[in-house]
């Protein structure tokens, strides 16, 4: 008898201890959601000045090079508006753990995928603008 209840009571220690890691992971992966969201909103001024500065020589000489940057910037404008529509606080507090787990994975790829191209635009337009 002594036997069975050891065994019970190891096989629910290690649940336990599987369900606190996968808790952990999830706020953690939570956090780094998070904050790479705040430093893109951060970005997203930059991206609304740059525009603003763009758009006086959008009607130059060169206004095809110019609109396509603007162009980029505006597509990075609205993934980061439409990522921040479709992700739901409210959705992931009702799933599971492993179900938050991957919706969490897969958010922070598409936010580092956005902050690439953000960058990627915002370097276009600084250097653009700095000629």
């Given at each position: ?32 959601v998070m904050q790479l969201h705040d430093q893109l909103m951060g970005k ?9 500065r763009l758009d006086s020589l959008s009607t130059g000489k060169d206004s ?53 191209s953000t960058d990627s635009s915002v370097h276009a337009a600084k250097t653009?603008?700095?000629?």
């Amino acid at each position: 008898m002594n036997k069975k209840l050891l065994s019970f009571l190891f096989v629910l220690f290690i649940f336990c201890s599987c369900n606190e890691a996968e808790q952990k992971l999830s706020q953690e992966l939570n956090d780094q959601v998070m904050q790479l969201h705040d430093q893109l909103m951060g970005k997203t001024e930059d991206v609304l000045k740059l525009k603003r500065r763009l758009d006086s020589l959008s009607t130059g000489k060169d206004s095809v090079n110019v609109n396509k940057i603007i162009a980029s910037l505006n597509k990075s404008d609205e993934s980061m508006m439409d990522w921040m529509h479709h992700f739901s606080l409210d959705s992931l507090e009702k799933m599971d753990v492993s179900n938050k787990i991957g919706y969490l994975k897969k958010q922070l790829e598409a936010l580092k995928n956005l902050e690439k191209s953000t960058d990627s635009s915002v370097h276009a337009a600084k250097t653009y603008t700095i000629k």
